[in-house]
């Protein structure tokens, strides 16, 4: 105690500086305290009625506690770097340090703001009737914030330091252009990420394919390097950027309608009950109400050719008539869409047999010569026994 007490004295440091001190503290931890309670007690009653206003206003609770912590810190300082006669040191270290501390909140708070802002946009604008979710501008408008808040962020800290505007980019700019050299191939992910989000090709939640086929899936996360792509068998593709942007690529996501395209097979038999069961499906077509009356609805006989390259029998097919249905409809959902395409191949099954025909299936007839004299069935008979 003794010690101590002649500590205290060597420096000249008072009882009313050490109550200083301890008051500044212990207004620093309430502080940081009481705005910990608010904003927790905020969330939880604004948690089930979110607005860009609420979200703006939780977003500030980690950035204020944090500049709560370090003006506290920078009061008591101030005082006790007073004591040591080392207010260069205060200068010198503490201030530039506590404002890089205050800069530093402001960037949490932004990033903080952009991300829930984000989450907030993509459920706001996520659709029940089972059309596209286009959240392109959810993530060009966070990714435009995490921008701004560095470049904001770099001329801070230059200022902080005592640079120059103009050295700032001289600087910036260098070591941009080392920084180019040495790390290329991760520079163009990098420029490939912000193509992405200017031109918005895909975005999260969409499902993209190249046409070489080898990348498909579902799209989970851009970020400024990769992208996340989950397959349909759940496993994840971290694509670079740039792969994406060099070759074309199929959004499956944003088609307006889904095409029923089928090919059916009537027995020969039926041949002159075809163009009644034609007529019937397009009218059954032509009422439908999932069907999109704004788009091509076909009922037609089979060229033999298909769209994928491979050929096919013609309408007079080895055992059947073939035609095909080609329509569209106005729903984009992959589960809808099914069962709203098993509901029509049924009823147009249906329309093939109120017209007393049948769905053909491959058959073979075996015409075996008459030898001279003998019957083709004893033919085959002795044949037969020949063996």
């Known amino acids: 105690m003794d010690r101590l007490l002649d500590f205290f004295k060597a420096y000249d440091i008072s009882l009313s500086d050490l109550v200083t001190v301890a008051i500044i503290l212990l207004l620093t931890i309430v502080a940081e305290f009481l705005i910990r309670f608010f904003f927790r007690r905020y969330e939880k009653s604004t948690h089930h009625s979110q607005t860009v206003k609420t979200i703006l206003y939780a977003s500030l609770n980690n950035p204020l506690r944090l500049v709560t912590l370090f003006v506290g810190f920078y009061f008591i300082a101030m005082n006790v770097l007073t004591w040591f006669k080392v207010a260069s040191f205060f200068t010198s270290i503490v201030t530039p340090g506590v404002k890089l501390g205050v800069a530093l909140a402001f960037f949490i708070f932004m990033n903080t703001f952009a991300s829930r802002l984000k989450r907030y946009l993509i459920v706001k604008q996520t659709r029940t009737d089972g059309g596209y979710n286009n959240f392109a501008k959810a993530e060009q408008m966070e990714k435009l914030a995490q921008v701004l808040t560095i470049v904001i962020m770099t001329f801070v800290v230059a200022k902080i330091f005592g640079l120059q505007v103009g050295q700032g980019v001289a600087y910036l700019g260098g070591g941009l252009a080392i920084t180019g050299l040495v790390f290329k191939d991760t520079l163009a992910n990098i420029f490939g ?125 080895g055992s059947s008539l073939n035609f095909q249905v080609y329509t569209f409809t106005k729903v984009t959902n992959w589960t809808r869409f099914q069962a709203i395409q098993d509901k029509i191949m049924m009823d147009i099954g249906r329309i093939v047999y109120k017209n007393g025909a049948e769905i053909a299936f491959t058959t073979m007839t075996l015409d075996i010569p008459e030898k001279e004299g003998v019957p083709a069935s004893q033919g085959a008979q002795h044949g037969g026994d020949a063996d």
């Not at 990769?226 to 690529?249: C, E, G, M, S």
């Not at 038999?269 to 439908?288: C, N, P, R, T, V």
């Open 193 to 317: 990420g912000l193509i992405i989000y200017l031109d918005s090709p895909y975005a999260v939640g969409d499902w993209i394919y190249t046409i070489d086929g080898k990348i498909q899936g579902t799209v989970e996360k851009i970020s400024w390097r990769l992208t996340h792509i989950r397959t349909f068998d759940k496993r994840l593709i971290f694509t670079p950027n740039n792969t994406l942007i060099t070759q074309a690529v199929v959004n499956a996501s944003r088609m307006t309608n889904r095409r029923i395209k089928q090919y059916i097979g009537l027995r020969y038999d039926d041949f002159d009950k075809f163009e009644a069961i034609q007529k019937d499906i397009y009218s059954y077509l032509g009422g439908h109400a999932d069907i999109d009356q704004n788009c091509l609805t076909l009922v037609n006989v089979f060229d033999g050719q298909t769209d994928m390259g491979a050929t096919a029998e013609g309408f007079f097919g």
